[in-house]
């Protein structure tokens, strides 16, 4: 028989769920006394380990409790009778029958969801739609002609990790934005956008939709959703990412571990700035050759005219206009701070340095408050559309991060700090992100939803983690917060193996209150 901690240790590595405390105050009092407050680490796309038996994902959707203001999932925690065919929800105690499906069900003969040792299991939407993942790079050119051919291999690396059908497109920046197209004809074309200009969101729609729609045969008509055309409704996309805590988990998004078709495949619409790899290969190959540095001249002690925040802006609406509620990742690569346009972080000659602790302290940093405005709108945008943004931040001054950390912490986006793109350490480090597991699924989730849902005597302050609130409060929300609170569900624009958050708890339980029935455990 297996001791307590062994027991404790199989759980944790079958569901990715860590308690800070294995027994549990039974009233506000005593939780008063806790040293570290109730909180449970969860690790949505936890790795199994290899001797561990593992349920396939189920080709069915999930039972779900009745109740209204519930919809729990049924799991092995329920109370069920056999003989009348209900099973009893832990959260809300309501009695719900089973499905027409389920008419077979016995002791002896149980469906997955109700084994003890498949605590956590993944489904397979029937109608929820797919669409491959979307990588949009965004590629500084001010830097030395060294640092850009150590990124151009990296980026070239990197695509051939991409699977055959993920959408690829490509913006380079200095002192302008270009926005390349792809599998072009005889010469390269590109937009190119002033770096100085803060456009309004429509006005860059305006823009990219002018020219976005493929060429079509006489008498075709534009594809639904392509830019040009009417869009084609896109908030079906599956929400890829962890269910409850303590019940079973939705289906990872695209490119995930274990991740199968879900119902009906969406094909991407036509688009020359954002296409499969499969089809751009060569072409996205040469144009990232074809990168130069930034040919804009630099005056004796001055800084290059670098417009990261224009470039962003342009990543994000692009996305925004094309893939809403897709999962897709904006990778980003800058060596040095923003010195041009919107999102500026510092000014152009090199006398007046950039913000520091003791300059931010004593209100000081004629630039942030600005620079944060900007950055922390393109965080809000990105989030609302399910995207990730990744900074990948190369150069030996500062570079801007401490403007831009909502872009990366609200979405779940990695962020790598280094001396040079040239060093092993980010080689190494931004490979990584391309991990595949043994099917060769990309370990990844995109636009993932996580909703946390708990029975009497408890109530949700909040979560510790690199995610955003999905702006949804019941009952079971505590008025004190702490970390992201005042909701119950969490958005990721991506998540990975990797990924852990911290769901803090409340005990709303009163002093001397009986424990209810089915609660002892």
Same mark, same amino acid.
């Given at each position: *028989?297996?001791?307590?901690?062994?027991?404790?240790?199989?759980?944790?590595?079958?569901?990715?769920?860590?308690?800070?405390?294995?027994?549990?105050?039974?009233?506000?009092?005593?939780?008063? #006394?806790?040293?570290?407050?109730?909180?449970?680490?969860?690790?949505?796309?936890?790795?199994?380990?290899?001797?561990?038996?593992?349920? %396939?994902?189920?080709?069915?959707? %999930? $039972?779900?409790?009745?109740?209204?203001?519930?919809?729990?999932?049924?799991?092995?925690?329920?109370?069920?009778?056999?003989?009348?065919?209900?099973? *009893?929800?832990?959260?809300?105690?309501?009695?719900? %029958?089973?499905?027409?499906?389920?008419?077979?069900?016995?002791?002896?003969?149980?469906?997955?969801?109700?084994?003890?040792?498949?605590?956590?299991?993944?489904?397979?939407?029937?109608?929820?739609?797919?669409?491959?993942?979307?990588?949009?790079?965004?590629?500084?050119?001010?830097?030395?002609?060294?640092?850009?051919?150590?990124?151009?291999?990296?980026?070239?690396?990197?695509?051939?990790?991409?699977?055959?059908?993920?959408?690829?497109?490509?913006?380079?920046?200095?002192?302008?934005?270009?926005?390349?197209?792809?599998?072009?004809?005889?010469?390269?074309?590109?937009?190119?956008?002033?770096?100085?200009?803060?456009?309004?969101?429509?006005?860059?729609?305006?823009?990219? +939709?002018? /020219? *976005?729609?493929?060429?079509? &045969?006489?008498?075709?008509?534009?594809?639904?959703? +392509?830019?040009?055309?009417?869009?084609?409704?896109?908030?079906?996309? =599956?929400? @890829?990412?962890?269910?409850?805590?303590?019940?079973?988990?939705?289906?990872?998004?695209?490119?995930? =571990? @274990?991740?199968?078709? !879900?119902?009906?495949?969406?094909?991407?619409? &036509?688009?020359?700035?954002?296409?499969?790899?499969?089809?751009?290969?060569?072409?996205?190959?040469?144009?990232?050759?074809?990168?130069?540095?930034?040919?804009? %001249?630099?005056?004796?002690?001055? #800084?290059?005219?670098?417009?990261?925040?224009?470039?962003?802006?342009? &990543?994000?609406?692009?996305?925004?206009?094309?893939?809403?509620?897709? /999962?897709?990742?904006?990778?980003?690569?800058?060596?040095?701070?923003?010195?041009?346009?919107? /999102?500026?972080?510092?000014?152009?000659?090199?006398?007046?340095?950039?913000?520091?602790?003791?300059?931010?302290?004593?209100?000081?940093?004629?630039? *942030?408050?600005?620079?944060?405005?900007?950055?922390?709108?393109?965080?809000?945008?990105?989030?609302?559309?399910?995207? &990730?943004?990744?900074?990948?931040?190369?150069?030996?001054?500062?570079? @801007?991060?401490?403007?831009?950390?909502?872009?990366?912490?609200?979405?779940?986006?990695?962020?790598?700090?280094?001396?040079?793109?040239?060093?092993?350490?980010?080689?190494?480090?931004?490979?990584?992100?391309?991990?595949?597991?043994?099917?060769?699924?990309?370990?990844?989730?995109?636009?993932?939803?996580?909703?946390?849902?708990?029975? +009497?005597?408890?109530?949700?302050?909040?979560?510790?983690?690199?995610? +955003?609130?999905?702006?949804?409060?019941?009952?079971? $929300?505590?008025? !004190?917060?702490?970390?992201?609170?005042?909701?119950?569900?969490?958005?990721?624009?991506?998540?990975?193996?990797?990924?852990?958050? /911290?769901?803090?708890?409340?005990?709303?339980?009163?002093?001397?209150?009986?424990?209810? !029935?089915?609660?002892?455990?």
């Amino acid at each position: *028989m297996a001791t307590w901690e062994e027991y404790l240790a199989t759980q944790q590595a079958n569901d990715g769920v860590q308690f800070t405390w294995n027994m549990w105050p039974h009233s506000r009092v005593d939780a008063q #006394r806790l040293v570290v407050p109730l909180t449970c680490f969860f690790t949505p796309l936890k790795e199994r380990p290899l001797t561990e038996v593992t349920q %396939p994902p189920l080709e069915y959707d %999930p $039972v779900l409790c009745q109740k209204a203001s519930c919809k729990a999932i049924l799991n092995p925690l329920c109370a069920v009778d056999f003989r009348a065919k209900i099973w *009893m929800c832990p959260f809300c105690n309501n009695r719900n %029958p089973f499905p027409a499906h389920y008419a077979a069900i016995a002791e002896d003969n149980r469906p997955p969801e109700l084994y003890p040792q498949f605590t956590t299991i993944e489904y397979t939407l029937r109608k929820a739609t797919t669409m491959p993942p979307i990588f949009v790079f965004v590629v500084d050119t001010c830097m030395t002609q060294e640092e850009l051919k150590s990124l151009k291999e990296c980026l070239q690396t990197a695509l051939s990790l991409l699977p055959a059908d993920a959408l690829v497109g490509l913006i380079t920046f200095g002192r302008m934005v270009q926005l390349h197209e792809l599998n072009t004809q005889g010469i390269s074309r590109s937009y190119v956008f002033k770096g100085t200009k803060e456009v309004t969101a429509k006005q860059i729609k305006d823009v990219l +939709a002018s /020219g *976005m729609a493929r060429p079509m &045969a006489p008498g075709a008509g534009a594809a639904p959703g +392509a830019p040009g055309a009417p869009m084609a409704p896109m908030g079906g996309a =599956p929400l @890829g990412g962890p269910g409850p805590v303590g019940a079973p988990r939705g289906p990872p998004g695209p490119g995930a =571990p @274990g991740a199968q078709p !879900q119902g009906p495949v969406q094909h991407a619409p &036509a688009n020359k700035f954002l296409q499969p790899i499969s089809e751009c290969d060569d072409s996205i190959n040469d144009l990232i050759d074809q990168i130069s540095v930034d040919r804009w %001249p630099i005056p004796q002690g001055h #800084r290059p005219l670098r417009a990261t925040g224009a470039a962003l802006a342009v &990543a994000v609406t692009l996305l925004e206009s094309c893939f809403p509620s897709t /999962g897709g990742r904006i990778m980003s690569f800058i060596g040095g701070a923003c010195t041009h346009g919107p /999102g500026a972080v510092v000014g152009e000659e090199l006398k007046n340095p950039i913000r520091s602790w003791n300059s931010i302290k004593e209100d000081n940093a004629p630039f *942030m408050k600005k620079a944060n405005k900007f950055y922390d709108g393109l965080a809000a945008r990105v989030v609302k559309n399910g995207h &990730a943004v990744d900074v990948y931040s190369c150069a030996l001054d500062q570079t @801007g991060l401490l403007e831009m950390k909502n872009l990366f912490n609200s979405s779940g986006g990695h962020v790598v700090m280094g001396d040079s793109f040239n060093s092993s350490l980010f080689k190494q480090t931004y490979q990584r992100s391309f991990d595949k597991d043994a099917a060769g699924n990309l370990k990844m989730g995109f636009n993932a939803t996580m909703e946390v849902k708990v029975g +009497a005597g408890l109530k949700i302050e909040g979560v510790l983690g690199c995610c +955003a609130s999905g702006n949804v409060r019941n009952a079971n $929300v505590s008025d !004190q917060e702490m970390g992201i609170g005042g909701t119950c569900q969490w958005k990721f624009g991506a998540i990975s193996p990797r990924t852990t958050i /911290g769901v803090v708890f409340e005990i709303a339980a009163q002093h001397g209150s009986a424990i209810p !029935q089915g609660k002892h455990e």
